[in-house]
């Protein structure tokens, strides 16, 4: 992990603003890409979302099909079934 050096204020709210500097850096488009939190020993971690495969938790070539992601390795895995 590297540190960035910057520091943010939660507003009465909860909200927090990512800065743009990091928003350019992870690729995430402003009103489009969503954000996921994780909670490790004492930090928080924040990561651009990515969907991934229900079956495999691959995040390469996923398509959705009611509702669930699925990769095209386990769609054809399926369709040999």
Do not use: H
């Given at each position: 992990?590297?540190?960035?050096?910057?520091?943010?204020?939660?507003?009465?709210?909860?909200?927090?603003?990512?800065?743009?500097?990091?928003?350019?850096?992870?690729?995430?488009?402003?009103?489009?890409?969503?954000?996921?939190?994780?909670?490790?020993?004492?930090?928080?971690?924040?990561?651009?979302?990515?969907?991934?495969?229900?079956?495999?938790?691959?995040?390469?070539?996923?398509?959705?099909?009611?509702?669930?992601?699925?990769?095209?390795?386990?769609?054809?895995?399926l369709?040999?079934?």
């Amino acid at each position: 992990m590297r540190a960035v050096g910057c520091v943010r204020q939660i507003d009465k709210l909860g909200r927090l603003v990512l800065p743009a500097d990091i928003r350019k850096s992870l690729g995430i488009v402003d009103g489009t890409d969503s954000v996921e939190f994780f909670i490790e020993n004492d930090s928080v971690i924040i990561k651009k979302y990515r969907p991934a495969c229900v079956f495999c938790g691959s995040a390469d070539d996923i398509t959705s099909f009611k509702g669930q992601t699925l990769c095209e390795g386990c769609i054809a895995e399926l369709k040999r079934k």
